[in-house]
C-alpha cells in the first residue's frame, strides 16, 4: 500500500509535536531520526552487494523488472542522504539555517521538517538510479498509478499537514485553522483562483506548443512518461482524483505546513522537486512557477484558495485530456 510507505514520517510528525511540551519526546524524535538515518545509510551499504547476489539468482525477481537499476547509483545516494540528514540535528547547522529561513533553531518540529527536506531532495537521485539513470524505464511499465495510489499518498500528505502543525497534539482544530490560512475566500477572490485557473491552463497549453515544435524529442519522451503515469486516469473520476489528492495533500503541506517556515522559494523548489517524474523539462520549470504563484497566494489570501487554484487547474487539464484526446 501507498499509505504505508509515510507512516513512519507521520510517526515521526506526532514525535516532533509531542516534544514541543514534552522534553522526554524531544529524546524520542532525536532518536527516531537518528535510526531513520542509520537505517538508509546500512540499507544503501546492502545495495552494493545486490548486483553479485542477483547475478547467482537468474530467476529473481529483481532480474525480471522492465529496467535495470543502477545499484551502485542507488546504494551511494542512499548512504549520503542517510549522512547529510544527520545535519539538521546539529544545534549550530539549524541556527545558521535560521538566519536565512523563517525557523525556530530549538523546535523540534522544525528540526524534524529539516530532515525531511534533506529525504525529500535525496530521494530524487535514488529514484533514478532505481530506474536505471532514465526516466523512460517508466514509459515501459504501463500504467503505473491508479485512484487507489493517488488517494492513498493524498491522504497521507493530508495527515502529514494536520498533524504536522499539531492538530490536537499541541493545538486546537481553530489554532490549526489559523495556522494554515484555512479561511472561506470572498466572492472577489473566488474570481481570481478562477482567472488564474484559465490563466496556467493557457500557459500550460502554450508551454506544449512551443515545447513540441523546439524539442519535439524531449517532449514525446516527456510525454509517454506521463502517459504511463496518468494514462489510465483520464476520466472524470480521475480528473476529480487528480485534481483533489494533490490540491488538498500537496497544498496542505507545502504552502500550509512547510512555507510559514521554510520560505517561498525553498518550498517552491521542493514542491518542483517532488514533481522529479518530467526530468530537467519545461514542464519541470512550469511546475516550479505554479508553486511561486501558490505560495503568493497563500501569503496574500489564504491557503483555500491555493487548493482550489490547484485543484481546479489539474483537474482541468484532464479535461481538455478528455475533451481533447490526442492534443
Do not use: C
Not at 541556527?95 to 536565512?100: H, Y
Not at 484559465?198 to 512518461?225: C, M
Not at 500537496?250 to 517524474?277: K, M, N
Amino acid at each position: 500500500m501507498v499509505f504505508l510507505q509515510f507512516v513512519p514520517f507521520i510517526v515521526l510528525l506526532l514525535a516532533a509535536n509531542l516534544a514541543v511540551r514534552a522534553s522526554s519526546w524531544r529524546v524520542v524524535t532525536t532518536i527516531l531520526l537518528t535510526l531513520f538515518n542509520m537505517a538508509l545509510i546500512f540499507l544503501g551499504a546492502f545495495f552494493l552487494i545486490i548486483p553479485a547476489l542477483l547475478a547467482s539468482q537468474p530467476t529473481n525477481p529483481l532480474n525480471q523488472m522492465p529496467f535495470r537499476p543502477d545499484w551502485a547509483g542507488v546504494s551511494l545516494w542512499m548512504m549520503a542522504t542517510g549522512v547529510v540528514a544527520f545535519l539538521p540535528l546539529i544545534p549550530a547547522v539549524r541556527r545558521g539555517l535560521a538566519r536565512l529561513l523563517p525557523l525556530d533553531p530549538a523546535s523540534p518540529v522544525h528540526m524534524t521538517a529539516l530532515a525531511f527536506a534533506v529525504y525529500l531532495l535525496g530521494s530524487v537521485p535514488i529514484q533514478l538510479a532505481m530506474l536505471g539513470g532514465n526516466l523512460d524505464s517508466i514509459a515501459n511499465m504501463g500504467s503505473v498509478l491508479g485512484l487507489s495510489e493517488l488517494w492513498q499518498q493524498g491522504a497521507a500528505f493530508i495527515i502529514m499537514g494536520l498533524f504536522g502543525v499539531g492538530l490536537w497534539l499541541r493545538r486546537s482544530t481553530d489554532e490549526v485553522t489559523d495556522r494554515l490560512g484555512l479561511h472561506m475566500p470572498s466572492g472577489r477572490q473566488w474570481g481570481l483562483v478562477i482567472g488564474l485557473t484559465i490563466v496556467f491552463v493557457l500557459l500550460d497549453q502554450g508551454v506544449a506548443w512551443a515545447w513540441a515544435n523546439f524539442d519535439p524529442v524531449s517532449f514525446e519522451r516527456i510525454g509517454k512518461v506521463s502517459n504511463a503515469l496518468f494514462g489510465g486516469l483520464i476520466s472524470p473520476l480521475g480528473a476529480l482524483t487528480i485534481g483533489l489528492s494533490a490540491g488538498l495533500g500537496e497544498e496542505l503541506v507545502f504552502r500550509g505546513a512547510l512555507q510559514p517556515r521554510f520560505g517561498l522559494l525553498f518550498t517552491s523548489f521542493l514542491f518542483a522537486v517532488i514533481h522529479v517524474q518530467y526530468g530537467l523539462s519545461p514542464a519541470v520549470f512550469e511546475v516550479f512557477l505554479l508553486g511561486l504563484v501558490l505560495g503568493v497566494i497563500r501569503q496574500r489570501g489564504n491557503l483555500t484558495m491555493a487548493i482550489a487554484l490547484h485543484t481546479l487547474y489539474n483537474a482541468s487539464l484532464v479535461a481538455l485530456t478528455l475533451i481533447f484526446p490526442g492534443s
